[in-house]
């Protein structure tokens, strides 16, 4: 009868209307939960660029150090040159004071005789107060 396909009709509306109902709160809550989503992804790129540019900086701090770590080589390797060039030097000059002594131990000074000479003759000269 009319009566019960109408019936059949309205409830057949209503179930077709609460299941567009469930289907606008799916698409109301995957909405909030793609906003979400894009949020937490804009918070994750700012945190890889962060971390990024840690890493950029670390890297040049890294290559600034080694840089420094071989100039300072250089300068060590250098003052080893210096010092074993001083030490060598220094050979030399004590082989050539002994030399210097031997051959001045043949030479002597005049006697004392000679000493009390000079302070005769310095004391001829007035003394000026």
């Known amino acids: 009868t009319i009566q019960s396909d ?6 057949s509306m209503e179930h077709t209307t ?11 809550d995957a909405g909030i939960a793609l906003e979400e ?5 804009m918070s994750l790129a700012e945190l890889i660029q962060n971390i990024s540019n840690a890493a950029r900086q670390q890297s040049s701090s890294a290559a600034h150090i080694s840089n420094t770590m ?16 001083t030490a060598k030097s220094i050979g030399n000059l004590a082989e050539m004071a002994s030399e ?3 051959s001045v131990a043949g030479f002597t000074l005049p006697e004392e005789e000679s000493a009390d000479q000079e302070e005769e003759e310095d004391s001829d000269v007035p003394v000026v107060s």
């Open 100 to 102: 210097l002594r031997s």
């Open 37 to 41: 989503i894009e949020n937490v992804s």
């Open 6 to 11: 109408t019936n059949e009709a309205v409830i």
């Open 70 to 85: 071989n100039v300072i080589q250089e300068i060590t390797s250098q003052t080893s040159s210096g010092t074993n060039a």
């Open 18 to 28: 609460a299941e567009v109902v469930r289907g606008a709160r799916l698409a109301q």
